[in-house]
């Protein structure tokens, strides 16, 4: 595992003008909001407040989400079997080094159910560029990017917002080596937003809104996690 190059303090941006609505108004599918930007200061507020940006319909507008329950990762519970144990060994893994192409492979436009718009993509490397947004890039013995994952990261926090394979277990093993990284940090949540069959495989767990609001707000005062 290669750690990322050493970083300064993230730089926050200026302030949005949007105010969002309660989370406790958002309907059953966890749709809070439409519109707004995708502006630095916008996206980062969402965050702050448990909510996160992902389009919705065909037309792909913007929506703003707080789905209850939360699916979220204990960083004491991840699962590891022995076969992914084994693929952890066969790869390498960095931070940060190349965070456009792990963002181009969670947006391959063949795989199913894509939602990562030019615009989210846009989003997402701004706050990259200031030190908010990070990578995580896994290759093979080639020094082939065959997986990844990218979030954003505030305080305590992590929030992932995808992840790709072109190998097997290639994702896994991004999620291992992010977590190892986040518990040595000191991290307070990994938050994966919904629940999926790969993630509860890793240990994933439902809980309700209010609970990871409550341990939100405790991640936002602790020190930063990446």
């Keep these: 595992m290669t750690p990322s190059p050493g970083a300064s303090s993230p730089t926050e941006p200026p302030g949005t003008d949007w105010v969002f609505p309660p989370v406790a108004s958002a309907d059953d599918t966890g749709l ?20 996160f940006p992902m389009p919705v319909g065909p ?45 181009e492979g ?15 993509r846009t989003a997402y490397r701004l706050l990259y560029d200031l030190g908010w947004a990070h990578s995580v890039e ?16 505030i305080g305590g926090v992590f929030a992932g917002e995808s992840m790709f394979h072109q190998a097997r277990d290639a994702s896994k093993v991004a999620m291992v080596r992010l977590v190892e990284r986040l518990r040595k940090a000191g991290a307070v949540l990994f938050d994966v937003q919904w629940q999926t069959p790969h993630l509860e495989s890793m240990g994933a767990v439902e809980i309700s809104r209010t609970r990871y609001l409550d341990l939100l707000e405790l991640a936002l005062a602790s020190p ?3």
């Design 138 to 153: 896994v290759r093979d013995q080639s020094g082939t990017l065959v997986g990844g994952l990218y979030g954003v990261a």
């Design 32 to 51: 809070l909001a439409v519109g707004g930007d995708l502006d630095p200061g916008t996206v980062l507020s969402a965050y702050r407040a448990g909510i």
């Design 59 to 103: 037309e792909h507008t913007l929506g703003w989400w707080s789905p209850d329950p939360r699916a979220v990762i204990p960083l004491d519970g991840l699962v590891i079997s022995r076969s992914l144990t084994q693929s952890v060994r066969k790869f390498a893994v960095t931070f940060d080094l190349d965070f456009d192409a792990v963002v």
């Design 224 to 226: 930063p996690a990446f």
């Design 106 to 120: 969670c947006a391959d436009p063949s795989r199913p159910h894509g939602w990562i718009t030019n615009e989210m």
